[in-house]
Nanobody, 125 residues
Framework: VQPVEAWGGLVQPGGSLCLSCAASGRTFSKYTIGWFRQAPGKEREFVGA?????????HDADSVKGRFTISRDNDRNTVYLQMNRLSPEDTARYYC??????????????????WGQGTQVTVSS
């Protein structure tokens, strides 16, 4: 399972983007997919995650405040991060990662085995 992120870019404040995380392999649906982001000069932080089946999603309440939604399509081996009402504070490199973390450990980077290279999101007028 090797995740590859796509569809980052430049967007104006208040705009939307939908990132994708595609991965090869027939075991894709066995993995929880987490989204993380890292802004310049800051540590990487947890954004949210979706369970292997797609039936459960988890979002960081503080950073995304109901603006971001995670979904997955296992038929396409793809996970999506829909981001609405973007602000300059959302500017960061966004990463997806595959792993099998315990529910209590979703935020821990060490619980994710496979990482993508990231895609840059810049929110600016």
């Amino acid at each position: 399972v090797q995740p590859v992120e796509a569809w980052g870019g430049l967007v104006q404040p208040g705009g939307s983007l939908c990132l994708s995380c595609a991965a090869s392999g027939r075991t894709f649906s066995k993995y929880t997919i987490g989204w993380f982001r890292q802004a310049p000069g800051k540590e990487r932080e947890f954004v949210g995650a979706v369970s292997g089946s797609g039936g459960n999603t988890y979002h960081d309440a503080d950073s995304v405040k109901g603006r971001f939604t995670i979904s997955r399509d296992n038929d396409r081996n793809t996970v999506y991060l829909q981001m609405n009402r973007l602000s300059p504070e959302d500017t960061a490199r966004y990463y997806c990662a595959a792993g099998r973390p315990l529910l209590s450990a979703l935020r821990l980077e060490t619980m994710y085995t496979y990482w993508g290279q990231g895609t840059q999101v810049t929110v600016s007028s």
